[in-house]
């Protein structure tokens, strides 16, 4: 999440981690100062104080700044994942705002009014005020907002409970990602009790137990159930039909209710956590759409082809049904949720940012979007696409359906070897347990091909797309032939052309 709950400060810190952390080879004070807009002597003191919080946070030793002549690095130990050290340095930052304070407070306990709430948490009430300016900006976007009612309600949060849900998912994850149990002692026991999927990563297996846990809370403890129109629960019991996931523990609700509760909370899960259905599931769930009545189905039937059509790819029959998959959870949560949280997103979505190096994407993404605006505007189902959120969202789905559904081009190698009769055969054998026949191809027609590979002149051939290899035993020659042709292979076939 961008800038979620985090302090200006913190914020900065944060970036400035990240800066250093993902730069290759370093990087400077200055190159810092230029990318966060900070003086250099301001950068110096954020950066001073992010040494301070690793050591406050981490082993010694296990994370720290290393300047080297004028270029920072961040050193991690072996042992310590990157992915703990960022979420660990997220989460303690998160939990130093104002925003995250009153948040959790609020959702714990009700408040009749700003001054009783800022009284117990020791906060002036100006700050509590704008803190709970910044709150209700970001619960906006997902339909909820805190007010404080004198009524028998009892409840500082307004919105739907399929939004409040939605939003609790959200939070909790984006904020603890699984490094902490984040819930009061009453449901620790639920921290052992796991959803019935098998074959899926620890990371996602915490995320599930999270929602589950999210749900029985907001059921069992605060006597909130969704409310769900006829539509939209059509679309998730069917869903839910081909790989049923179902609660873990004894809700105690009637049968009609623990259906809405079930199917809504596997509609998340298939939203937030890409392995609860295997691909086989995912694609006979497609099926079973496109064999409905169901309007939605026929919407997404309507746009997938248009898209395809309008491209002119002929997608294989699992790359169509797993597109589909895809854009009918896209359609479902445009259609019915209706949440457009586009400015939380920590990294931006457009596929503009791709740039024109290997494929005009900004001309693409305008086409996308026009494409998109138009075919919603047609079907008689869907809504119009308005919102920026939703339009960037779906642009970047059809990118990607487009793209997983048109094959690649191939690296045509063409590979001659002087000393001996045998090694231009080794070289193709050893090449093809590396790289898939999807992505090279040996050609016996110099002319054909992309790139050459030789241990002796060529003439006319360009010097750009010729590879000199030397010696077939040397371990330096076959790590330099291989990043060569990573290379050459990322700018033609990478990138796809439509």
């Not at 699984?178 to 009790?193: E, N």
């Not at 590396?434 to 241990?455: A, P, R, T």
């Amino acid at each position: 999440m961008k800038d979620f709950f985090m302090k200006k400060n913190d914020q900065q810190k944060f970036e400035i981690f990240k800066l250093i952390c993902f730069s290759q080879e370093g990087i400077s004070g200055y190159s810092i100062s230029t990318k966060v807009n900070l003086s250099l002597n301001l950068v110096y003191r954020k950066i001073k104080m992010l040494a301070d919080d690793l050591n406050e946070l981490f082993e010694p030793g296990d994370v720290f700044i290393v300047k080297n002549d004028i270029l920072y690095t961040i050193v991690i130990k072996d042992s310590v994942n990157i992915s703990y050290v960022i979420d660990t340095l997220r989460l303690h930052y998160i939990q130093q705002s104002h925003e995250y304070l009153i948040f959790r407070t609020l959702l714990l306990k009700y408040y009749p009014s700003v001054e009783s709430l800022s009284q117990d948490i020791s906060l002036s009430i100006a700050h509590t005020y704008k803190s709970l300016h910044l709150i209700n900006k970001v619960l906006s976007s997902f339909k909820i907002e805190i007010n404080f009612p004198r009524d028998d309600t009892q409840v500082n949060f307004k919105g739907s409970e399929i939004h409040f849900r939605l939003f609790l998912f959200y939070f909790y994850w984006n904020v603890f990602r699984g490094l902490v149990w984040p819930f009061r002692k009453a449901i620790t026991y639920m921290k052992h009790i796991e959803l019935p999927i098998e074959n899926i990563p620890n990371s996602q297996k915490m995320r599930l137990k999270y929602f589950q846990s999210l749900s029985a809370w907001r059921i069992l403890y605060r006597g909130e159930l969704v409310t769900i129109e006829p539509d939209f629960l059509a679309v998730i019991t069917l869903l839910n039909q081909v790989h049923p996931i179902k609660f873990s523990l004894d809700l105690t609700i009637s049968g009609d209710e623990l259906i809405r509760e079930e199917n809504y909370f596997a509609f998340l899960c298939r939203i937030f956590v890409y392995d609860v259905d295997t691909h086989a599931q995912k694609l006979e769930t497609a099926k079973a759409f496109i064999q409905s009545d169901l309007p939605l189905a026929k919407s997404c039937t309507f746009v997938l082809d248009s898209l395809y059509m309008a491209y002119d790819v002929k997608p294989q029959e699992a790359d169509y049904l797993f597109s589909y998959y895809s854009l009918l959870l896209a359609l479902a949560s445009i259609t019915y949720l209706q949440i457009d949280n586009s400015d939380l997103l920590e990294n931006n979505q457009k596929i503009s940012k791709l740039g024109k190096a290997y494929a005009d994407f900004p001309q693409m993404e305008l086409e996308l979007a026009v494409l998109a605006k138009k075919l919603f505007s047609e079907d008689r189902y869907l809504s119009a696409l308005d919102s920026k959120g939703f339009s960037m969202y779906i642009v970047f789905l059809f990118y990607f359906i487009l793209d997983s559904s048109k094959k690649s081009e191939q690296l045509k190698i063409y590979v001659q070897y002087s000393k001996n009769h045998f090694t231009t055969e080794e070289i193709k054998k050893s090449l093809s347990t590396f790289f898939s026949s999807e992505l090279i191809l040996f050609v016996s027609n110099i002319e054909e091909s992309d790139i050459l590979i030789s241990d002796c002149y060529e003439k006319d051939y360009p010097n750009e797309d010729f590879f000199y290899f030397e010696n077939p035993v040397n371990e330096n020659d076959w790590e330099a032939l291989i990043n060569y042709i990573n290379g050459k292979a990322y700018k033609k076939c990478f990138y796809k052309q439509f």
